[in-house]
């Protein structure tokens, strides 16, 4: 077998690599079955509200309130730093178990209200955006930097993954058996992703340390907040990254996130089953764009990828606000969910790979912090359909986003685009 085959036999095997080490087994079994859970939460309670009252705006406030911890991530990541990944993600699954059980109780006693969703809403909003960023610098601790992309693109696709479960097998469940069984399986689902968690063993290096963060020095936790932040607005490609991220969670994700409900019954007018066919196909592309970027992340420079694919989802976003026919929104949705991949993973793992590692939690942390300005806009975009209607709302919104991500690209070009900067390097 000659010198090039085995290079690219290699190469192929190389999106498994990181199976190969326990701790990431478990978590990527963990994160898989609670991003199940997440994802079929988010449906049956979305289509509920939507149901019970027919307001856009309320709906636009429930997905709002799942982002509202957003605020507390930035601070939680500096606990992540001090205390360990490991275990404050522990603490925050433990808190998933606990209200879904509650809600599950609410369900059974016939109790439940859109204004209970909308509290249930507001305590879980306050677990996820954190739970959901300390996963990428849990796993940056369990693998080698040469696997983190590779490993971030894996990772990824448990979130997509779930989506197609949760928009498929939560939607069907909740129209075949009703909320209440299908509760339960989230519950259950929950428990699991506890449980891998909790297999998950701290890494100890050759001198026999754990990888544990240091607990000896006073904890002065604003003082540590303001250093992550300082890191990250003084290093150029960090920030540009993060105004990225501040950009998409804006413009783009409220369309493909947030307002899918609202697209499936009053533009498509179809019923949560027309409603998880659309979510599944963005969650397909989004699926697929990871699978890609496992197999050829060596080749990938994440800067440039992060920038171009950023004005790649607009256009494909932009071009499913004017079609009425169920069939091409899924295609075009499914479009934007393999650009939104190819741009968001990169943007990760390039955090993740150039970031000091006694940072990570906070970089982590100020990254979940750009998502605050997806409520806000899922706010402001409830107003402007009620007032402008849905397609000038979502198209002002896609312009927005182009022209923003090309002055960020602009401003800082010595960093994401010139092909021998750290951010790009291979």
């Known amino acids: 077998m000659g010198t090039g085959h085995k290079l690219s036999l290699l190469r192929r095997a190389a999106i498994f690599e990181p199976f190969q080490i326990r701790n990431y087994r478990f978590q990527w079994t963990a994160d898989l079955v609670t991003s199940w859970a997440l994802e079929m939460e988010t449906l049956v309670l979305g289509w509920y509200i939507l149901v019970e009252t027919g307001s ?70 306050l677990v996820r955006p954190s739970e959901q960023g300390i996963r990428s610098s849990l796993m940056a601790s369990l693998v080698p930097a040469g696997l983190l992309l590779t490993a971030t693109s894996l990772t990824r696709t448990t979130v997509d993954s779930a989506r197609i479960v949760g928009a498929l097998v939560g939607s069907g469940l909740f ?176 955090l993740m790979r150039t970031s000091d590692p006694a940072f990570w939690g906070r970089v982590m942390g100020v990254r979940m912090l750009a998502i605050y300005t997806l409520p806000i806009s899922l706010m402001v975009a409830g107003w402007l359909i009620d007032s402008i209607n849905f397609h000038r709302t979502m198209s002002l919104y896609m312009v927005i986003g182009i022209v923003l991500t090309l002055v960020i690209a602009v401003r800082w070009r010595e960093s994401v685009l010139r092909k021998d900067s750290v951010a790009n390097a291979i």
């Not at 500096?78 to 369900?107: E, F, H, K, N």
């Not at 989802?313 to 932009?318: D, K, T």
Request: hydrophobic share 60%; net charge neutral; charged share 10%.
């Open 175 to 350: 129209a075949i058996v009703g909320i209440a069984t299908t509760y339960l399986v989230i519950v259950a689902l929950f428990c699991l992703g506890l449980a891998f968690t909790l297999a998950i063993l701290v890494p100890i290096d050759e001198s026999g340390d754990t990888h544990s963060p240091p607990v000896s020095s006073r904890f002065s936790p604003w003082k540590e907040l303001r250093e992550g932040l300082q890191y990250v607005w003084k290093t150029p490609h960090l920030q540009a990254a993060m105004w990225i991220a501040v950009l998409v969670n804006f413009t783009a994700f409220p369309l493909s996130i947030g307002l899918l409900p609202y697209v499936a019954r009053e533009i498509f007018g179809t019923d949560q089953t027309g409603l998880g066919y659309l979510m599944a196909s963005f969650a397909i592309g989004s699926l697929v764009g990871s699978i890609i970027l496992g197999m050829v992340g060596h080749k990938v420079r994440p800067a440039r990828a992060m920038i171009f694919f950023a004005i790649t989802w607009h256009v494909f976003l932009a071009m499913f606000v004017w079609v009425d026919q169920l069939f091409l929104g899924m295609i075009l949705l499914g479009l934007a969910g393999l650009a939104h991949n190819l741009s968001l993973v990169p943007l990760v793992g390039m």
């Open 56 to 125: 856009v705006l309320l709906l636009t406030m429930f997905g709002a309130l799942l982002f509202l911890g957003t605020l507390l991530s930035p601070m939680l990541g500096v606990v992540a730093d001090r205390i360990g990944q490991r275990r404050l993600i522990c603490i925050l699954r433990t808190c998933y178990v606990a209200l879904s059980s509650a809600v599950v109780l609410v369900i059974l006693t016939g109790n439940l209200t859109s204004e209970l969703v909308l509290a249930i809403a507001f305590l879980s909003g």
